[in-house]
């Protein structure tokens, strides 16, 4: 018996794998998005723990307003270790403080600590009595609450 070989596959050989150029022109596509992905991730996750901080802020003053009710002033509170300063890290990212304390006023700030302090645009975030907010960064208190 006489096999012949089939001449579709005489002469040609078998290619498997990739070559150089397909996998460094992967990996540069892969960079390319690398680079663009990345620092936007940054900027969502400092808008997010901005976003929390701001809510703290919220519930420290409503704190502050139940502190009042009670003893018909601000000059004497204690901020306490509330939950929405201690869950998610947050007290990992921001330092809480009430300032400008007397009998009708107070000032609760969040001041960013550690990677949160690349937070240039807002700074330290600002609350008051009066419900005044504010911001110490470069785009202001209307961007940022």
């Not at 005489?10 to 992905?37: H, N």
Request: proline letters at 3%; one cysteine or more.
């Amino acid at each position: 018996m006489h096999f012949l070989r089939s001449p579709s596959r005489a002469g040609r050989r078998s290619v498997r794998g990739f070559s150089l150029i397909e996998l460094m022109i992967t990996v540069a596509i892969i960079g390319i998005l690398a680079a663009i992905a990345y620092p936007s991730y940054q900027s969502h996750v400092l808008r997010t723990q901005r976003a929390a901080a701001k809510a703290c802020l919220s519930e420290l003053a409503q704190f502050m307003e139940r502190h009042y009710t009670t003893n018909l002033t601000y000059a004497d509170a204690v901020l306490p270790n509330l939950d929405c300063r201690t869950q998610g890290n947050l007290d990992q990212r921001y330092d809480f403080a009430a300032g400008n304390l007397g009998r009708r006023t107070y000032t609760l700030t969040a001041a960013p600590k550690g990677a949160q302090a690349r937070d240039t645009d807002c700074g330290n975030l600002t609350l008051n009595q009066a419900g005044t907010r504010g911001a110490t960064g470069t785009k202001g208190p209307e961007h940022c609450w």
